[in-house]
T-cell receptor, first 117, second 111 residues
Framework: DAGVTQSPTHLIKTRGQQVTLRCSPISGHKSVSWYQQVLGQGPQFIFQYYEKEERGRGNFPDRFSARQFPNYSSELNVNALLLGDSALYLC????????????????FGEGSWLTVV | RKEVEQDPGPFNVPEGATVAFNCTYSNSASQSFFWYRQDCRKEPKLLMSVYSSGNEDGRFTAQLNRASQYISLLIRDSKLSDSATYLCVVKDLDTGNQFYFGTGTSLTVIP
């Protein structure tokens, strides 16, 4: 079975531009989360979507937005890019929205490396 | 105060050594705990969940101390392939869906 797939894997943007990152979850998983990982830090939570609705939002500015489609794939959009947005953007899928048990575990895609120049 | 705190290391140990990583979390309501492993420029991968009773998976043992809000990972008989960054991860029921990651502890196993 395919794992979490993300695209593009690498991209370079200039300040002020907009970027869209895409994610397809593991088959059967209905929950998608987005994380930002800056070099030397752990991943930071941006959003979680479950059944096409936003279920959680981290401490990120409104320049960051996301959505989930009927097939459970997701897009993360970042507007007005800043140099500080340069990071690895990770998509994670899980079986369940929340709660205990194996559905609670999140599985990451390989990420999208974004460089803002 | 950070939700999850880890000693960033680096830990440099010889092959065959036993090494332990520690992690503390700030929210006493935290309910789920994990260790993830991240290789250089790769995505984090689940190493193991951490249960209140402690759990073991081969050479890896995880412990949880709820009273002290402390999580540990013990690696016995270290292999070169264990070299990676180990991320302590906590999930709170009260924030619903957010996983909190530590900054990671870097391990290098030396031949």
């Amino acid at each position: 079975d395919a794992g979490v797939t993300q695209s593009p894997t690498h991209l370079i943007k200039t300040r002020g531009q907009q970027v869209t990152l895409r994610c397809s979850p593991i088959s059967g998983h209905k929950s998608v989360s987005w994380y930002q990982q800056v070099l030397g830090q752990g991943p930071q939570f941006i959003f979680q979507y479950y059944e096409k609705e936003e279920r959680g939002r981290g401490n990120f500015p409104d320049r960051f937005s996301a959505r989930q489609f009927p097939n459970y794939s997701s897009e993360l959009n970042v507007n007005a890019l800043l140099l500080g947005d340069s990071a690895l953007y990770l998509c994670a899928s899980s079986l369940a929205r929340t709660g205990y048990g194996s559905g609670n575990t999140i599985y990451f895609g390989e990420g999208s490396w974004l460089t803002v120049v | 105060r950070k939700e999850v705190e880890q000693d960033p290391g680096p830990f440099n140990v010889p092959e065959g050594a036993t090494v332990a990583f520690n992690c503390t979390y700030s929210n006493s309501a935290s309910q789920s705990f994990f260790w993830y492993r991240q290789d250089c420029r790769k995505e984090p991968k689940l190493l193991m969940s951490v249960y209140s009773s402690g759990n073991e998976d081969g050479r890896f043992t995880a412990q949880l101390n709820r009273a002290s809000q402390y999580i540990s990972l013990l690696i016995r008989d270290s292999k070169l392939s264990d070299s990676a960054t180990y991320l302590c991860v906590v999930k709170d029921l009260d924030t619903g869906n957010q996983f909190y990651f530590g900054t990671g502890t870097s391990l290098t196993v030396i031949p």
